[in-house]
């Protein structure tokens, strides 16, 4: 609920706005050449600040002389105030006018004084790498500017981050068609993150949400999937789940989406589980054995080669040959599928989601000190929106129209029969 300011503010806002759109005027701004010639020597963006800071003073007092001129108010002077230009504050003399002993606000100051401009940039810079403490020394363009110390940087922060976190987990997924959908998990601070992350026919990649949790088992994979369907997410569209060898999510996967569901193990998590039983003198060898299995085109000849690095490993590490055969169909996914292979290296890994847990260790590994709360949250939350605003469409999405009839073709099946039945 609104307080009787913040209406006051709306409404003078709304007044300003009506005032300009329907008296079409014009102002001017005389500046000395000598003037702007001193000012360039400071620099071209030292001089469009304090120009800016005098173009927005001059329209407030255009403002007060329209409501003195109109008998709506009367000026009353000046008094100290503060504009927001470039993400911090600085301090003007705003006009003032008054109505019946009562003090009217003005529209421009009001809109030129809105802190969700402000905030923004905060989290803006912050995401690029501006530490709290060092924000204000990188972004001061005037001596006297205030609002952007350490802790009114933060406080702007946590304001911002968590709205972009509860925009992010408000998100109406109902019109989104998906043909992948990639789910994996990150360990930060001592606590697990598992993220959705859906590749569009389009080629775009969304972040679909992400659930917090002790660990990456079933139950955080179950809540995070029953929230993508409760905002509209068709969990039975038709689409591969790409993965890692979790066994939490590939049974969250298949509870949600249906036994049917294609599945595709990440390779290069299987390669990786698969060297671990090495020494790191031994690993480059099996890695890049198992890698030239995988780059075969076909499904027939990639498995006979897989099968025969097994062998190989039955009589050498009987763990890794283990560790080889565990889901090892679910890696040739792709391969089984068809999928072209422009695309095929794409969506055989949990890359793409990858990248996007790499900004998120870049950008909180400039939090120095972890708070109980909602600030793991917020902070993991606002890294994976800001990597998404980065997102490219997928190498290869020029293919995608042959997966989606592949992917149309499998499901088209079990359609069939449930009308028939």
């Not at 959705?196 to 917090?212: D, N, P, R, S, Y």
């Not at 606002?382 to 293919?399: P, T």
Request: aromatic share 6%; proline share 3%; charged share 25%.
């Amino acid at each position: 609920m609104k307080r009787t300011y913040q209406i006051d503010e709306r409404k003078a806002i709304e007044k300003f706005r009506s005032y300009l759109a329907t008296n079409p005027g014009s102002i001017q701004m005389v500046m000395p050449l000598a003037e702007v010639a001193q000012r360039l020597r400071h620099g071209v963006s030292q001089m469009l600040f304090e120009t800016e800071r005098e173009l927005l003073t001059l329209i407030m007092f255009n403002e007060a002389a329209w409501l003195g001129g109109s008998g709506e108010g009367e000026r009353w002077g000046t008094a100290p105030g503060s504009l927001i230009i470039h993400g911090q504050k600085i301090p003007v003399a705003r006009p003032r006018v008054r109505h019946q002993h009562r003090e009217m606000k003005l529209g421009s100051y009001e809109l030129f004084r809105q802190d969700d401009t402000m905030q923004r940039q905060i989290w803006e810079r912050v995401m690029r790498g501006l530490t709290m403490r060092g924000y204000g020394p990188a972004v001061r363009e005037c001596a006297p500017a205030f609002g952007i110390g350490k802790s009114a940087v933060s406080e702007r922060f946590i304001t911002a981050s968590g709205q972009r976190v509860e925009d992010l987990r408000k998100r109406n997924l109902s019109k989104l068609r998906l043909c992948a959908l990639l789910m994996d998990g990150v360990e930060y601070r001592g606590e697990h993150f598992v993220v959705a992350l859906g590749i569009h026919k389009t080629g775009l990649k969304t972040v679909l949400g992400f659930h917090q949790g002790a660990s990456e088992n079933q139950q955080i994979c179950d809540r995070l999937l029953a929230d993508l369907a409760s905002r509209g997410l068709d969990l039975h569209q038709g689409f591969v789940a790409i993965l890692d060898g979790s066994r939490g999510l590939r049974a969250a996967v298949k509870k949600h989406c249906g036994e049917k569901l294609l599945v595709q193990r990440c390779v290069l998590h299987k390669r990786r589980n698969v060297c671990e039983h090495f020494a790191d003198e031994q690993q480059p060898y099996w890695d890049r054995k198992l890698a030239n299995a995988y780059d075969l085109m076909s499904y027939a000849d990639a498995k006979r080669c897989l099968q025969q690095i097994q062998r190989e490993l039955q009589h050498v590490n009987p763990s890794a040959a283990r560790s080889l055969e565990e889901g090892l169909e679910e890696t040739l996914t792709m391969h089984r599928l068809g999928v072209p292979a422009e695309l095929r290296t794409t969506l055989r890994t949990t890359n793409p989601i990858e990248s996007a847990f790499s900004r998120v260790r870049t950008v909180c590994r400039n939090v120095k000190r972890w708070h109980p709360g909602d600030q793991r949250e917020r902070w993991v939350g606002s890294a994976l929106i800001f990597a998404e605003q980065k997102f490219r469409r997928i190498v290869g999405y020029k293919a995608l129209p042959k997966l989606i009839a592949i992917l149309e073709a499998q499901v088209r099946p079990s359609k069939a029969v449930s009308q028939v039945a």
